[in-house]
Structures are given as C-alpha cells and as structure tokens.
C-alpha cells in the first residue's frame, strides 16, 4: 500500500520527482518540528498563543503539502492529525471534526479492517458529532466504532460497554 499512502496529486503536470522528494524532506522537517513544539507543551503548559501557532503551522503545512500530495498521503494525514489533536484540545469541536472526517476514510483504506486506529478515529467522530447534537451522525459513527472494537477486543470488553452506556445516555 505504499503507492496509496504517498499519493500525489493528479494534475495535467505532474510534479517532478525531486519536488516531490523536497516536499517529502519538508514534510519531515515540519513533522519533526511540530513533535518539538508539542514537547515544550509539557514543559511550559501550552499557551493559546501557542496552540494558535501550532494550528498555524499545521494549517500552513497542509496547504503546501496539498499542492503536491492527495489528502490519502501519510503525511497529510499526520499533519491533520495534528491539527485534530490542537482543535480538540482547545475545544474547538467543528475545527476538529473538519479534520476527523477528512482522516477517517484514508484511515479505513490505509489500515486492516478490524484496525483499533480506525476504530478509534469513529470513536472520537461519534463523540464529535454528539457534542455538537447530531445524534444521527454520532450514533452512526459509534456504532461503527464499536464493531471494530468487538471484533479486536472482544463483544464483552469493558470499553464496549462504556460506549453502549453512552449511546442509551444520549
């Protein structure tokens, strides 16, 4: 699956290879910048002017990225995950879902079927969608969540049942 995981983007001129290997290289290095950042996070508690600059530079590095690689690719997906990671750390819950629901069908397509990465992501989408009342979506979401969640951990598993305690809740 490789191929799939670094999709790039299909256009009338396609990017040369060394732009992609220099957006490969960027990727990276901004990868690696936002893990610094985020560590710094627990030695100085973040700041909103912190976590702003944090979206900001996943928000700036997915528009660069995305002008040469398909959402699919693993590095935008990290770099959405990041800024789903930000959003819902400051409570901004549509902010986060945007993200959640651009990851959620490359997740499935990159990950095995039964794949708690997967099933974690409906998790976290159900749970979007419910704080925002939209029960539709949310139950959707959830029940999608814990029929993964069966499969990998069992029908009985106490994380099962605090999911199905939450959906009778709602």
């Known amino acids: 699956q490789d191929k799939e995981k670094l999709e790039i983007c299909k256009l009338n001129d396609p990017p040369s290879a060394e732009t992609v290997k220099d957006m490969i290289k960027y990727a990276r290095n901004v990868i690696e910048e936002f893990r610094r950042a985020k560590h710094y996070k627990y030695i100085l508690c973040l700041t909103l002017t912190l976590l702003v600059e944090l979206l900001e530079i996943c928000e700036l590095s997915l528009d660069k990225m995305g002008a040469v690689f398909e959402d699919s690719n693993v590095y935008m997906l990290h770099m959405m995950y990041q800024a789903m990671g930000v959003c819902l750390y400051v409570q901004d819950w549509e902010g986060a879902l945007?993200?959640?629901?651009?990851?959620?069908?490359?997740?499935?397509?990159?990950?095995?079927?039964?794949?708690?990465?997967?099933?974690?992501?409906?998790?976290?989408?159900?749970?979007?969608?419910?704080?925002?009342?939209?029960?539709?979506?949310?139950?959707?979401?959830?029940?999608?969540?814990?029929?993964?969640?069966?499969?990998?951990?069992?029908?009985?598993?106490?994380?099962?049942?605090?999911?199905k305690k939450e959906?009778?809740?709602?």
């Open 167 to 170: 959906l009778e809740d709602h």
């Open 98 to 163: 945007r993200y959640g629901q651009k990851i959620i069908r490359p997740y499935s397509k990159h990950y095995p079927s039964y794949s708690l990465n997967v099933a974690s992501m409906w998790l976290k989408l159900g749970r979007l969608y419910m704080a925002l009342k939209n029960r539709t979506a949310g139950v959707k979401a959830l029940k999608r969540a814990i029929a993964i969640m069966e499969v990998a951990h069992g029908k009985d598993h106490p994380y099962i049942s605090e999911i």
